[in-house]
């Protein structure tokens, strides 16, 4: 599995963005796909994560960020709204095989992605 984030880039607190990560080589419907990000000094943070019929969140972002999928473009997004200085890390998108449709509501604050693209960075700064 090979995934591309992209969307990345400079916002104003209380603005929004929005992630793409591009997922090839496999049948998107197959894999969990949760979105991390690392901000300076930090640990590496799982913050999302949606599988085919489920989707979990961090508390840090429930209710502000928001993932989605496009199967037809194989495409899963991060729409993150509300951004605060705090969001300010690089973003990642991970893929873990779900062999489940609601994988990510028993599974989602503890996945352990095997697949990884390269990040995006989110600057959230006036």
């Known amino acids: 599995v090979q995934l591309q984030a992209s969307g990345g880039g400079l916002v104003q607190p209380g603005g929004s963005l929005r992630l793409s990560c591009t997922v090839s080589g496999r049948t998107l419907d197959d894999y969990a796909i949760g979105w991390f990000r690392q901000a300076p000094g930090k640990e590496r943070e799982g913050i999302s994560c949606?599988?085919?019929?489920?989707?979990w969140y961090d508390d840090l972002v429930k209710g502000r960020f928001t993932t989605s999928r496009d199967n037809a473009k194989d495409t899963v997004y991060l729409q993150m709204n509300e951004l605060k200085p705090e969001d300010t890390a690089v973003y990642y998108c991970?893929?873990?095989?779900?062999?489940?449709?609601?994988?990510?509501?028993?599974?989602?604050?503890?996945?352990?992605?095997?697949?990884w693209g390269r990040g995006t960075l989110v600057t959230v700064s006036s």
């Open positions: 991970a893929a873990e095989w779900s062999p489940s449709p609601d994988y990510c509501l028993e599974y989602g604050f503890r996945l352990s992605p095997g697949y």
């Open positions: 949606l599988s085919l019929s489920a989707s």
